[in-house]
Structures are given as C-alpha cells and as structure tokens.
C-alpha cells in the first residue's frame, strides 16, 4: 500500500459558523480571520494505491457551480486534483474507486461534472466505482431543511444514474467496522451528519485516521470548538471527546482534510484534557 495526499483547492468559510459558540477571541488565536471574518480552508484528499485498486478518499468541491456560488467560498491559491494526481503520476481515470466521508458538497462535488455539451452530469473518474452508506445515501438525498443547501442534488444523483453507486456494507448500529470492500477500518459518527464515514488505515506501522469534518482543523481540538454546521452538536460533543482520548491513548496520527496549515497532527493528554502534540507535513512523516 502506498498513500499520497491530493490536494483538490483551498477555499474560505465564515469563522463564527466553523467554531460555532466559541468567541471570535479565542479561535481566532488558531485559525486568524480576514477582514470578511472568513478562514482558510483546504479540501485535502487521500489516494490510496491498493493492487490494483486506486482509492480517492473525497473529491472537494469540483468545478461545475456557478461563479455565483464559488463567490460565497471565496477560492484561493493553485491547487487542483487534476495537478495534484499529475504530481504523482496518477490520471483520474485510473482511479478505480471514489470513497465519500459523506455527500456534503465540499466533500463530493468533484465526483460529478458537467457532460461535454453541458445539457446534464456525468461522473468525474469514468472508471471509478462511488462508495457510500445506506444510511447516509437517505439522509442525503431526502435532506432536512438545515443540511438541504449542502446536499446539491447535481452532486449526488449523477452517481446513482451512473449505476457506479456502490453502498458499504455495515451491520445495523454497528460503529466501527473492518470495510471488507478496502483495506481499513470505518468508523460511523452522526454529530455532523448522519453516518459520516471516518476511515482508519494501517500504514508504515502507524495508524493514520482521515478526520473528514469530525475534526476539521486543529484549531478544533478542544471539546467546545464545535462546528455551527453540525446537525446534533451534542452528540458531536461526546463523539469527539471519546475519539480523541483514543487518539492521544493510541498515538494516532490524524489528517486533517480542512486545515490549509496542517496536514497531520498527533495528540496528547494535558491536565485541560486532549491538546495539539505534534504538526507534520505527509513528506516529513512518511518519505
């Protein structure tokens, strides 16, 4: 198994919603704020070479929206899945199987694009199976009013006309299971939306976990520094504080798919409970 992290664009979100409660005061010491209030984030992806199996973990926000919507989230510097996958010698149609954290449009817009003569959609990666969840796949494509601007049917349907779909298998109410579909284990949490997938990889005898929105940045270790998005900010909450004791129990190492400063982060336990422990670029961790 080999791993690369694939850049797919960087992009800003309003400050106050990505630390909900918490005063501008303290998380801006963290994650500074321009004159918009807006901070920056990344859309880093994770390709995973397998056999002959090549996994993208994520795909960003894609290209296909209007100028009108790529204005709310104020694009920033050169980065693209297309140069990034160039970079390690990857083209996106050999990407066999595309696997979504869950179907947020910052997360699963790049799976879909616009056919030649823009009349409708069509996968992305033309020869790449797309992995969800059942339970996920309802939620989203039968959206509650507060996630509803999220889950972009353009997005999301293309992937199931396809016939590429593909759902993973899990128990009922199981938590954690070892994806028999991929090498890595999967763990299910529902404080930012119903059954988003975190996925566990065993590489170079280190534990590598891709944090997708259960931790979005560094900036949102402390148990508080909750998400506005989030759709059951409680139960984000509990599922947090019992992850990252883990984490820091276990010698995790985390990558961080929104933080555009840290790509992988180790934790530690404090007497102020879990803090930061240790910053690393993927070269410097693993190259």
């Known amino acids: 198994m080999k791993l690369y992290p694939i850049e797919s664009g960087n992009f800003k979100l309003d400050g106050g919603a990505m630390f909900g409660v918490v005063p501008k005061s303290l998380w801006n010491r963290t994650n500074p704020a321009d004159a918009n209030n807006m901070i920056d984030m990344a859309a880093r992806c994770l390709l995973i070479e397998d056999g002959d199996k090549l996994t993208l973990v994520d795909t960003g926000m894609g290209d296909k929206q209007s100028e009108k919507f790529f204005g709310f989230y104020y694009p920033w510097g050169e980065h693209s899945i297309d140069n990034s996958l160039k970079k390690h010698g990857f083209h996106r149609d050999d990407i066999t199987d595309i696997f979504l954290t869950h179907l947020h449009f910052d997360h699963v817009g790049g799976a879909i694009k616009r056919n030649k003569d ?170």
């Open 118 to 287: 823009r009349t409708g959609y069509e996968p992305a990666f033309k020869n790449a199976k797309f992995w969800s969840n059942k339970d996920h796949w309802k939620w989203a494509t039968e959206p509650n009013a507060r996630e509803k601007a999220s889950f972009l049917p353009e997005n999301i349907l293309p992937m199931e006309e396809s016939g590429k779909l593909h759902f993973l298998d899990r128990k009922e109410n199981e938590i954690y299971t070892q994806a028999k579909e991929f090498d890595f284990g999967v763990l299910f949490v529902d404080g930012h939306t119903d059954k988003q997938m975190i996925p566990h990889i065993q590489y170079k005898d280190k534990t590598l976990v891709f944090m997708a929105d259960l931790l979005p940045t560094a900036g949102h270790i402390p148990l508080p520094y909750v998400m506005g998005f989030d759709t059951r900010p409680l139960l984000t909450l509990s599922e947090k504080e019992k992850f990252l004791k883990k984490a820091a129990d276990k010698g995790y190492y985390l990558f961080l798919e929104h933080d555009a400063h840290n790509e992988i982060i180790t934790l530690k336990n404090t007497e102020k409970g879990v803090r930061l422990d240790k910053t690393f670029t993927f070269n410097e961790l693993f190259n």
